[in-house]
């Protein structure tokens, strides 16, 4: 029963998904495109943070991905749903350059490093001139699909079930249990013939690969992009803490911390144009300090209980 429900609810929730833009207003929809949005970077944070490596760069390799899918379209001529692909492996290509000296940092060392990444990419892209559009950004003058809502929110939703079908392979796979021994203890771990630097490579360029497609989407949706946008510090605290409230080292967590507090989110935008990013720090704090494990992680934790006894 319960296996049956578990294949029951994801193909129930996808189907309710894919057939939201023909009942829903636009208001719902960009809301709904909006939490999408979150929810991917969300999923391809956690997953570089099962192997215990907690990076704040998400915002950095998002705004990659979106200069890399304008500049694409602007001065390659790339279609626009090439570039967004384009947008993927530029972000992933940079993330194979640079982890090969960034991923051999630990703990705060390497999240220090990743958050003034973000802000390194932030500055090329404020001072690159006409290949970045400097400060003012750059404007798309075709958008995909001619910017037709639909259109661009199933292709939102695609991006999120890549990262839903790249986090739960990572789960079924070989690679879990070398994240969870890297996490749990490295030495351990090198000792059992774990090769830590290659897997540590493999998750932060599959996340960052994520983490430019959803960039690329972005700026082919809305046609505009500027380093102040693109690498705003809401793409890096808010689904790092979605990821903390629906739990960690999974795949449902984050969709369901996602789908909390992306909701919450426009609210607390309407009421605290300027001070939801301190609600979001609080979250982060509260679940920090009583929820450790995260909804997920407590609803598991309950349902072992109740099967103990």
Same mark, same amino acid.
């Given at each position: 029963? =319960?296996?049956?429900? #578990?294949?029951?609810?994801?193909?129930?929730?996808?189907?309710?998904?894919? *057939? $939201?833009?023909?009942?829903? #207003?636009?208001?719902?929809?960009?809301? @709904?495109?909006?939490?999408? %949005?979150? $929810?991917?970077?969300?999923?391809?944070?956690?997953?570089?943070?099962?192997?215990g490596q907690i990076s704040f760069g998400i915002a950095g390799f998002f705004g990659i991905g979106a200069f890399a899918s304008a500049i694409g379209v602007l001065q390659a001529g790339l279609p626009p749903l090439l570039s967004i692909l384009f947008a993927g492996l530029f972000a992933a290509a940079v993330a194979?350059?640079?982890?090969?000296?960034?991923?051999?940092?630990?703990?705060?060392?390497?999240?220090? %490093?990743?958050?003034?990444?973000?802000?390194?990419?932030?500055?090329?892209?404020?001072?690159?001139?006409?290949? %970045? +559009?400097?400060?003012?950004?750059?404007?798309?003058?075709?958008?995909?699909? !001619?910017?037709?809502?639909?259109?661009?929110?199933?292709?939102?939703?695609?991006?999120?079930?890549?990262?839903?079908?790249?986090?739960?392979?990572?789960? &079924?796979?070989?690679? =879990?249990?070398?994240? *969870?021994?890297? =996490? *749990?203890?490295?030495?351990?771990? @090198?000792?059992? +013939?774990?090769?830590?630097?290659?897997?540590?490579?493999?998750?932060?360029?599959?996340?960052?690969?994520?983490?430019?497609?959803?960039?690329?989407?972005?700026?082919?949706?809305?046609?505009?992009?500027?380093?102040?946008?693109?690498?705003?510090?809401?793409?890096t605290l808010l689904p790092l803490a979605m990821a903390l409230l629906g739990g960690m080292h999974s795949t449902t967590g984050p969709v369901i911390g996602a789908l909390l507090l992306g909701v919450a989110a426009e609210f607390l935008k309407l009421k605290l144009p300027y001070g939801h990013l301190m609600v979001? !720090?609080?979250?982060?704090? /509260?679940?920090?300090?009583?929820?450790?494990?995260?909804?997920?992680?407590? /609803?598991? !934790?309950?349902?072992?209980? &109740?099967?103990?006894?």
């Amino acid at each position: 029963m =319960r296996k049956a429900l #578990g294949i029951l609810v994801p193909v129930l929730a996808l189907a309710f998904a894919v *057939t $939201m833009p023909f009942w829903s #207003g636009a208001y719902p929809l960009a809301v @709904a495109r909006s939490v999408l %949005t979150y $929810m991917a970077l969300a999923v391809s944070w956690d997953m570089l943070l099962r192997s215990g490596q907690i990076s704040f760069g998400i915002a950095g390799f998002f705004g990659i991905g979106a200069f890399a899918s304008a500049i694409g379209v602007l001065q390659a001529g790339l279609p626009p749903l090439l570039s967004i692909l384009f947008a993927g492996l530029f972000a992933a290509a940079v993330a194979l350059v640079l982890g090969f000296g960034i991923l051999r940092l630990r703990a705060v060392y390497f999240s220090i %490093t990743t958050l003034a990444l973000a802000e390194i990419f932030r500055v090329i892209a404020h001072n690159g001139g006409a290949r %970045t +559009g400097g400060p003012e950004g750059l404007v798309m003058p075709a958008l995909v699909f !001619g910017g037709e809502q639909r259109a661009l929110f199933w292709l939102v939703l695609g991006a999120v079930v890549l990262a839903v079908l790249a986090s739960s392979a990572f789960e &079924r796979s070989r690679l =879990r249990l070398a994240m *969870t021994a890297i =996490r *749990t203890n490295e030495v351990s771990a @090198a000792s059992s +013939g774990i090769h830590i630097f290659k897997y540590l490579v493999i998750a932060f360029v599959v996340s960052s690969f994520l983490q430019g497609i959803v960039g690329g989407i972005q700026v082919q949706g809305y046609g505009f992009t500027s380093p102040d946008s693109a690498f705003d510090a809401n793409y890096t605290l808010l689904p790092l803490a979605m990821a903390l409230l629906g739990g960690m080292h999974s795949t449902t967590g984050p969709v369901i911390g996602a789908l909390l507090l992306g909701v919450a989110a426009e609210f607390l935008k309407l009421k605290l144009p300027y001070g939801h990013l301190m609600v979001y !720090g609080v979250i982060i704090l /509260l679940v920090i300090l009583f929820m450790p494990q995260g909804l997920w992680g407590l /609803l598991r !934790g309950r349902r072992r209980a &109740r099967g103990g006894h």
